[in-house]
């Protein structure tokens, strides 16, 4: 069998048993004797292990045995679950990630496992034997299997076996609903029948089970001399098997026509379609399909074409005025419109693919520190584009660090406190408007407003009279600037001045960014705001001189219109009254270095963005309108340039830059 076909389904398959077993070994450890548990975690690693075996990874499938043994003797109740066994248990979880890993890098998946082995084998020692894994499914011996139906030539063959005194046996396997390589999984089926005896006929044929097209399950015709037992027993050590029926093979008188199955065989195909669901009366089956990534982003990067030339056409119906033309252009924009919905939906992706792995990480840290840590995630299921999805781990694996470190006190200073000893921690995702908000929040000891001032001054980040007037909101600010840290001591988790200015920065190219609250021995909140997507996002065109550039209008409160007298002055700069608040102007043509080439009006139009509490007046020549525009990005040549964030094709097939107000404001 070629397996390269199946490496990339087999790498995302291991992958998703891994997350399964971590988070089961989880709920055992708060509740060790819930054996069903066990049984879930046992299922995840038989399966691993059978698919490691098949697609030729020895040193996987041998370390996934070693911690099934030790699996079964816990279910056997010959072992009692402790904390030093779980240990073990997820550090041989760990070499498995490590492994899985390698070979989707191109690897072999060989580790060294020798103490993880050794530490498994002591267990299971000590557990009274070796276990022998199986969950096999016991036979249902009364099931009717419908007979195969054979051709002259293959009715001779049996019965000349039968008189040497060989089995016939027709053998019905189904395999599970969720089986994903039905095609590995039949290769090991035959192969345990190959080296059993021969195989006669199979329905359907060879050729339709390895391109997979059956549904659940396929009946082989065996001629051997091994007992009905020891074939279904063989086969059911095979993962991702239902059930098993060995019978023996009746050879009727009459030779039966291949071309018209019988009622028993139409029935036998018919019979895994009747476990689907049903619907308004009709049955329907599983209507997912996994896709390769580069196939998404190829595709989005030809819609992203679509869009520039849509935006083309626009502009020429508008400038031709033909009425049919206008039309079709309104018609082709609402199709691309509801394209673009369909395609960005298919490029969501659920956060829990970046939260599952945080309660493995609380655990191991709250070990290490020494700290009692109650970790609960909301709304795992909240939908992110997969290029933010990417990005966004990082950075929360830094704040959840922090809050562990920092934030939630030990055992003995909580109760002095009056608290309880067990700290909380909760990850927290949800939607609102055209953005995803990920809180962070713990009921530590909140953030010293006196310690974070005093650092700062130090440090010389900010000078004794401008802390003196500064909020409690623009203090917590402070402790996410370059190297600065309020640790008093340097720690493996954190306190080395780094991290959370890497968050800003990391969440601030997203194109979002960060808040954090604080109250004082009740705990903080650190708020991360995120774009739905990164591709296309929505902006206002306006117009620098001769020059256009884009505002994206997440960052915009409103635009205006300011008359010159209008203008004040503070700290020797220009200044309006928006809405009882002073706000600074920034002139676009300064700061982007655009030459001057239109005289100046009376009036200033204006573009109000705002970055958390702070915000700006950003002076343009004129608006020229909100628009759907494709981001791209100016390579490493040009990443460096100030306030550009991207740029843009318009529909007259002009570049306009696209600016970073984040930027601007700071």
Do not use: W
């Not at 048993?17 to 708060?30: V, Y």
């Not at 291949?258 to 009622?263: A, I, L, N, T, V």
């Not at 508008?318 to 206008?326: G, Q, S, V």
């Not at 934030?407 to 953005?435: D, Q």
């Amino acid at each position: 069998m070629e397996t390269n076909q199946y490496l990339e389904v087999f790498i995302d398959e291991s992958k998703e048993h891994l997350q399964s077993i971590n988070d089961q070994l989880l709920h055992l450890e708060k509740n060790p004797q819930d054996l069903s548990i066990v049984n879930e975690i046992f299922r995840s690693a038989h399966t691993l292990k059978g698919m490691s075996a098949t697609m030729g990874y020895q040193d996987l499938s041998n370390l996934t045995h070693k911690m099934e043994n030790v699996l079964d003797a816990v279910r056997n109740e010959k072992v009692t679950v402790d904390e030093g066994i779980l240990d073990v248990v997820f550090d041989s979880v760990d070499d498995l990630e490590a492994m899985v890993i390698d070979i989707s890098k191109g690897g072999s998946g060989e580790r060294n496992v020798e103490r993880v082995v050794e530490l498994l084998k002591n267990i299971e020692n000590g557990s009274g034997g070796s276990a022998v894994a199986s969950v096999a499914v016991a036979p249902q011996q009364d099931e009717t299997i419908p007979t195969l139906s054979i051709d002259e030539y293959t009715k001779a063959a049996l019965e000349q076996s039968s008189e040497l005194g060989k089995n016939n046996y027709q053998i019905e396997v189904a395999l599970r609903e969720d089986c994903l390589l039905k095609a590995a999984r039949v290769y090991m089926v035959f192969e345990i029948l190959e080296q059993a005896g021969d195989v006669i006929k199979s329905s359907p044929s060879v050729e339709a089970l390895e391109n997979e097209e059956f549904e659940t399950t396929f009946h082989v015709l065996l001629v051997t001399e091994d007992a009905a037992e020891d074939i279904e027993s063989k086969i059911k050590k095979v993962s991702e098997i239902e059930n098993v029926y060995v019978t023996v093979y009746q050879i009727s008188e009459e030779t039966k026509d291949e071309s018209k199955p019988s009622q028993k065989e139409m029935a036998a195909q018919e019979k895994p379609t009747a476990q689907k669901e049903e619907k308004d009366g009709k049955q329907v089956g599983n209507k997912t399909i996994r896709i390769n990534i580069d196939r998404l982003d190829a595709l989005m990067n030809l819609f992203e074409e679509l869009v520039i030339d849509r935006g083309r056409l626009e502009q020429i119906s508008d400038d031709l005025k033909h009425i049919e033309l206008r039309e079709t252009v309104e018609r082709m924009t609402r199709i691309s419109g509801d394209l673009q919905s369909i395609i960005l939906n298919m490029r969501m992706v659920p956060v829990e693919q970046v939260f599952n792995r945080f309660p493995r990480m609380v655990r191991q840290l709250s070990k290490d520190l020494n700290k009692k840590i109650d970790l609960s995630v909301v709304g795992a299921e909240t939908e992110l584009d997969r290029t933010v999805i990417d990005e966004i781990g990082d950075p929360l694996v830094h704040l959840i660090r922090n809050a562990i470190d920092h934030g939630i006190e030990g055992p003995g200073e909580r109760e002095a406190k009056g608290k309880s000893a067990t700290g909380k921690l909760e990850l927290k995702a949800y939607h609102s408007g055209n953005h995803v908000f990920i809180e962070i929040s713990d009921d530590g000891g909140g953030i010293a407003r006196d310690k974070v001032v005093r650092k700062a001054v130090s440090n010389h980040v900010v000078t004794e009279e401008q802390a003196a007037t500064m909020t409690d909101s623009q203090v917590y600010d402070l402790i996410m600037e370059s190297g600065f840290s309020t640790a008093d001591t340097i720690s493996d988790v954190s306190g080395r001045g780094v991290g959370l200015d890497v968050v800003k920065s990391t969440i601030e190219s997203l194109g979002g960014n960060i808040s954090v609250d604080s109250v004082p021995d009740e705990g903080s909140v650190f708020s991360i705001q995120l774009p739905l997507t990164l591709s296309i996002i929505s902006v206002m065109l306006v117009e620098v001189q001769k020059e256009k550039y884009a505002v994206p209008l997440s960052s915009i409160i409103e635009t205006a219109i300011v008359k010159k007298e209008e203008i004040m002055h503070a700290h020797n700069k220009k200044v309006i009254d928006f809405r009882g608040k002073v706000v600074p102007l920034l002139f676009l043509k300064d700061v982007l270095d655009v030459p001057e080439e239109l005289e100046e009006e009376d009036y200033y139009s204006v573009v109000i963005v705002r970055k958390g509490e702070k915000m700006a007046a950003l002076v343009v020549n004129s608006f020229i309108g909100q628009q759907e525009v494709v981001l791209k990005s100016l390579g490493d040549y040009l990443s460096g340039a100030f306030a550009i964030s991207g740029a843009t094709i318009l529909g007259d097939g002009q570049v306009a830059l696209i600016l970073d107000s984040n930027a601007l404001i700071k």
